[in-house]
């Protein structure tokens, strides 16, 4: 059975830092591409990084370059989203995302979320 169990989101001030991590299991976690997608009241989810496998190539949305770093501890099965610099516009509930393929078929997993609120 495969869970996604994000923690770490919390309310802080623009300017601050959070770091949001995502335990996984159930399934082989260094062959999956993670990531962390997030979303908005009244907006579609959006992707915000994702890491992949075994080479750790990574990608981001130009609206949190420079200021997030996902990441992966491989050995402890889990994902990390670093958040500098947080603005209001942060602001969402923040999902894990693991994606593999399994024989023939393309699995894609969602944690439940964390709430992320960005405000003075």
């Known amino acids: 059975q495969v869970q996604l169990v994000e923690s770490g989101g919390g309310l802080v001030q623009p300017g601050g830092s959070l770091t949001l991590s995502c335990a996984a299991s159930?399934?082989?976690?260094?062959?999956?591409?993670m990531g962390w997608y997030r979303q908005a009241p009244g907006q579609e989810r959006e992707l915000v990084a994702v890491?992949?496998?075994?080479?750790?190539?990574?990608d981001y949305a130009d609206s949190v370059k420079g200021r997030f770093t996902i990441s992966r501890d491989n050995a402890r099965n889990t994902l990390f989203l670093q958040m500098r610099s947080l603005k209001a516009e942060d602001t969402a509930v923040y999902y894990c995302?693991?994606?593999?393929?399994?024989?023939?078929?393309?699995?894609?997993?969602w944690g439940q979320g964390t709430q992320v609120t960005v405000s003075s």
């Open positions: 159930g399934f082989t976690f260094s062959s999956a591409v």
């Open positions: 995302n693991a994606q593999y393929r399994q024989l023939l078929r393309q699995r894609n997993y």
């Open positions: 890491i992949v496998d075994a080479g750790g190539s990574t």
